[in-house]
């Protein structure tokens, strides 16, 4: 139904930003519910944010509140990430994940397509 492409995804200094987009094409971001997550090696992949599809909630894990902000461009049909205040524990492979259920959703089986993922890396 939707096809996600992450991007963005670099190496970054400890307390540097970064933003990563999540272009998706086959269906309007508006259709799903759209959010992050984010997988370490050794790690299981774990929530980061989400967006509803009306646009007007999000949701965070507590390790993120008040450093990353998701938000969505309707017109480039695309779901953003910005990443401030970057931790070495920020340091994971990024997925981009969208779901047609009715309301957020954190665990990672509620969602239904996936991006391949990108590496962001934090240097201390």
């Known amino acids: 139904q939707v096809q996600l492409v992450e991007s963005g995804g670099g190496l970054v200094q400890a307390g540097g930003s970064l933003r990563l987009s999540c272009a998706a094409s086959?269906?309007?971001?508006?259709?799903?519910?759209m959010a992050w997550f984010r997988q370490a090696p050794g790690k299981e992949r774990e929530f980061v944010a989400a967006?509803?599809?009306?646009?007007?909630?999000?949701d965070y894990a507590d390790s993120v509140k008040g450093r990353f902000t998701i938000s969505r461009d309707n017109a480039k049909n695309t779901v953003d990430l910005q990443m401030n205040s970057l931790k070495p524990e920020d340091t994971a492979v990024y997925y981009c994940?969208?779901?047609?259920?009715?309301?957020?959703?954190?665990?990672?089986?509620?969602?239904?397509?996936w991006g391949q993922g990108t590496q962001v890396t934090i240097s201390s």
């Open positions: 994940a969208a779901d047609s259920s009715a309301r957020i959703a954190t665990l990672d089986v509620s969602y239904d397509y």
């Open positions: 086959g269906r309007t971001v508006r259709s799903y519910i």
């Open positions: 967006l509803s599809r009306s646009g007007m909630y999000t």
